[in-house]
């Protein structure tokens, strides 16, 4: 595990009244930015934007893409090429970066970058982190069992000692209510009763809270944030909830709006902002 210290230059987010934190799948960095998306992050003012599916090394990066809209990047970059990859863009600086968690497979896919921004009075993390999707097969599905199972865990331990948001592409769908065409999906990944119960297990029985459904309980159509190329499934709205911010109960408790931002096309995927106070 990586780890990279540094001054603070902005005060805390526990300090901020305020702080706004977006997630967002690229699918690409260079393709998202063409298509504004520095534009739209100075007008959304976030704090920090976690983004998943970089698609980028280290040197694609550089001199490019290591900040935006006035926010610094850390990354997790995948070795292979052109893959996975991860990062967070912060207003704040953090007093520590945490690159993977300390799985040697799914650390060498770039999948887990943690700022941790630490007061005397209190220790917070925000995470970016792409969970592995198994629709291309057998194969994939088994790994992205793996990583669930190894990302329990980790949690699990994290939560006893920090407080967290987990922003990211989860890659699961929770509830019926998460997908526009659930009974033609019970058999795909991202909605096999396998994934569902690990997501149920991770709010019940470790304690983690899914934001938005805080916020929104019942909401169907208006929470999809992607949709398939295939046919006409973002014109139809034929959507999944895919993108999530999971955190600790009291931060948690400071959620007080969100926006899904459907209409911004950077990507497959679209924004989704939670705006918090934490407060000390």
Known sequence: MLVKLSKFMAPSPLETPVFTLTSLNLNGIRSATSKGLETWLHSVQADCLCVQEVKAQAADVAGQFESLAGMAGHFHFAEK???????????????????????????????????????????LSIISCY??????????????????????????????????????????????????????????????????AWMTRLLSEAG??????????????????????????????VGWRLDYHLATPALAAGARQHAIYKDTRFSDHAPISIDYDWGL
């Open 81 to 123: 090429k052109g893959y996975s990859g991860v990062g967070i863009y912060t207003r704040h600086a953090p007093s520590e970066v945490r690159v993977g968690y300390g799985s040697d497979e799914f650390d060498a896919e770039g999948r887990y970058v943690e700022l941790r921004f630490d007061t005397p009075k209190r220790k």
């Open 208 to 237: 983690l809270v899914d934001v938005y459904r805080q916020l929104e309980p019942s909401a169907t159509d208006a929470a999809y944030t992607w949709w398939s190329n295939r046919g006409q499934a973002y014109a139809k709205n």
């Open 131 to 196: 969970f592995p999707s198994g629709s291309s097969g057998e194969e994939r599905q088994q790994a992205k069992y793996r990583f669930l199972d190894g990302m329990y865990p980790h949690l699990q331990k994290l939560k006893r000692t920090r407080e967290f948001v987990l922003c990211g592409d989860i890659n699961i769908a929770h509830q019926e209510i998460d997908l526009k065409n659930w009974k033609g999906n019970r058999k795909n990944s991202g909605f096999l009763p396998e994934e569902r």
